[in-house]
């Protein structure tokens, strides 16, 4: 079992920046692939960003390429996900999942094991 606390989502103006935080506890976090999604008001979830057990690996959607980079730091079994030049189209509240399964990176939804509560990020314009 692995619990997930996001943290960091707040209200930002337009082209600013946030860091959002997920701290897992539980099992071995160095054993999960992480991601990061979101979902609008109205919208289903999406994909954002993936990064591989030992965070060798990467991968984002084509919106988040350029202005998202995501992050982990086993040592603190934490993941990051610093956003740039935010826009309005990225409010939502963002999620942190957890695969113990892939092999690298993953962009299914279903196949993540574990979620958090998420965070809301707003976007003024």
């Known amino acids: 079992q692995v619990q997930l606390v996001e943290s960091g989502g707040r209200l930002v103006q337009a082209g600013g920046s946030l860091r959002l935080s997920c701290a897992a506890s539980?099992?071995?976090?160095?054993?999960?692939?992480m991601g990061w999604f979101r979902q609008a008001p109205g919208k289903e979830r999406e994909f954002v960003a993936s990064?591989?057990?030992?965070?060798?690996?990467?991968y984002y959607t084509d919106s988040a390429k350029g202005r998202f980079t995501i992050s982990r730091d086993n040592a603190k079994n934490t993941v990051y996900l610093q956003m740039n030049n935010l826009n309005p189209e990225d409010t939502a509240v963002y999620y942190c999942?957890?695969?113990?399964?892939?092999?690298?990176?993953?962009?299914?939804?279903?196949?993540?094991?574990?979620w958090g509560q998420g965070t809301q990020v707003i976007v003024s314009s």
């Open positions: 999942a957890a695969d113990f399964r892939a092999r690298g990176v993953a962009i299914t939804a279903s196949l993540y094991d574990y």
């Open positions: 539980g099992r071995t976090f160095s054993a999960y692939t």
């Open positions: 990064i591989s057990k030992s965070g060798n690996s990467t």
